[in-house]
Nanobody, 121 residues
Framework: QVQLVESGGGLVQAGGSLRLSCSAS????????MGWYRQAPGKQRELVAV???????NYPDSVKGRFTISRDNAKNTVHLQMNSLKPEDTGVYYC???????????????WGQGTQVTVSS
């Protein structure tokens, strides 16, 4: 079984910063993409940042220039540095890994349990 555990959420004032981390445990052969998604109350889950195994990153315009995603392949860990936070960044943040558990096995998605980020105005 593979488990993803997030940490680093909390309450911060607008303009502040937070750093989220997500670590994976269990039997893993290789991890392809690592990403962060968020879901605000009453809204659909949306992509916040993604990083490929080659280090390529992608961000929506809403966070570009403020958020930075990075990964540590040796530790199966992904981080999200969030700066200049805005109240509209409030939501539950989930990490997502696309990985193979075995050589030649299927590529599957795994999700963390979510961590709350609240930005006050």
């Amino acid at each position: 079984q593979v488990q993803l555990v997030e940490s680093g959420g909390g309450l911060v004032q607008a303009g502040g910063s937070l750093r989220l981390s997500c670590s994976a445990s269990g039997s893993i052969f290789s991890i392809y993409t690592m990403g962060w998604y968020r879901q605000a109350p009453g809204k659909q889950r949306e992509l916040v940042a993604v990083i490929t195994s080659g280090g390529n990153t992608n961000y929506p315009d809403s966070v570009k220039g403020r958020f930075t995603i990075s990964r540590d392949n040796a530790k199966n860990t992904v981080h999200l540095q969030m700066n200049s936070l805005k109240p509209e960044d409030t939501g539950v943040y989930y990490c997502n890994y696309a990985l193979r558990r075995n050589y030649g096995g299927p590529l599957s998605d795994y999700w963390g349990q979510g961590t709350q980020v609240t930005v006050s105005s």
